[in-house]
């Protein structure tokens, strides 16, 4: 069964930091583009950073400089470093794979973990 699952959030004050991970069963992860997207309450749901099989990465332009993309294919997991956290940062985070390239349109993405709350409040 191929199962992803986006963990590491929670609360923390504007200016902390946060590491996401995205675990991955079932299938071979290092084959795919690995996304991190986010949901704000009403808003819809937006592409944040992503991997290629081969290291390269993109970011949105409203996180560039304060998150960093990473994978490690030999524990199947994909990480979010989420520094210098805004309160616009607020959202559930999703992590989700695509057999594409670098894409930042969530209709791409094919597997799809249970996302993890991340909350930037003081």
């Known amino acids: 069964e191929v199962q992803l699952q986006a963990s590491g959030g929670g609360l923390v004050q504007p200016g902390g930091s946060l590491r996401l991970s995205c675990a991955a069963s079932?299938?071979?992860?290092?084959?795919?583009?690995v996304g991190w997207f986010r949901q704000a309450p009403g808003k819809e749901r937006e592409a944040v950073s992503c991997i290629s099989s081969g290291g390269r990465t993109s970011y949105a332009d409203s996180v560039k400089g304060r998150f960093t993309i990473s994978r490690d294919d030999a524990e199947d997991t994909v990480y979010l470093q989420m520094n210098s956290l805004k309160p616009e940062d607020t959202a559930v985070y999703y992590c989700?794979?695509?057999?594409?390239?670098?894409?930042?349109?969530?209709?791409?993405?094919?597997?799809w973990g249970r996302g993890t709350l991340v909350t930037v409040s003081s």
């Open positions: 079932g299938f071979t992860f290092g084959d795919y583009v």
């Open positions: 989700a794979t695509s057999p594409w390239g670098l894409r930042s349109d969530p209709h791409d993405y094919d597997n």
